[in-house]
Nanobody, 125 residues
Framework: QVQLVESGGGLVQAGGSLRLSCVAS????????MGWFRQAPGKERDFVAT????????FYADSVKGRFTISRDNAKNMVYLQMSSLKPENTAVYYC??????????????????WGQGTQVTVSS
């Protein structure tokens, strides 16, 4: 069992940056692949980025590649999402998630069993 709590959201102007943090409690954090997803009003929850348990591999949605960076610190039970060159269309609630062994795609929300409560990111134009 893993509990996740996100922080770092807020209001930022287009072109600005934010760093989201997610702290995990529970056992074996360093065995989980971790992901970030986002959900805008009236839309489905979309994949943003994921990082494997070791941090050796990362994957990004095409829309954020080159602007967002996911990272983790297993010693601190933390995962981060550094977001730069933000756009109004990045406005959403951002969720941290932990993936349990699954045959589904790393980009699929259904493969993640544990979720945080989300943090709101609003990008003004």
């Amino acid at each position: 069992q893993v509990q996740l709590v996100e922080s770092g959201g807020g209001l930022v102007q287009a072109g600005g940056s934010l760093r989201l943090s997610c702290v995990a409690s529970g056992r074996n954090f360093n065995t989980y692949t971790m992901g970030w997803f986002r959900q805008a009003p009236g839309k489905e929850r979309d994949f943003v980025a994921t990082i494997t348990w070791s941090g050796d591999s990362t994957f990004y949605a095409d829309s954020v590649k080159g602007r967002f960076t996911i990272s983790r610190d297993n010693a601190k039970n933390m995962v981060y999402l550094q977001m730069s060159s933000l756009k109004p269309e990045n406005t959403a609630v951002y969720y941290c998630a932990a993936r349990t062994p699954s045959t589904t795609s790393l980009r699929s929300a259904s493969g993640y069993s544990y979720w945080g409560q989300g943090t709101q990111v609003t990008v003004s134009s």
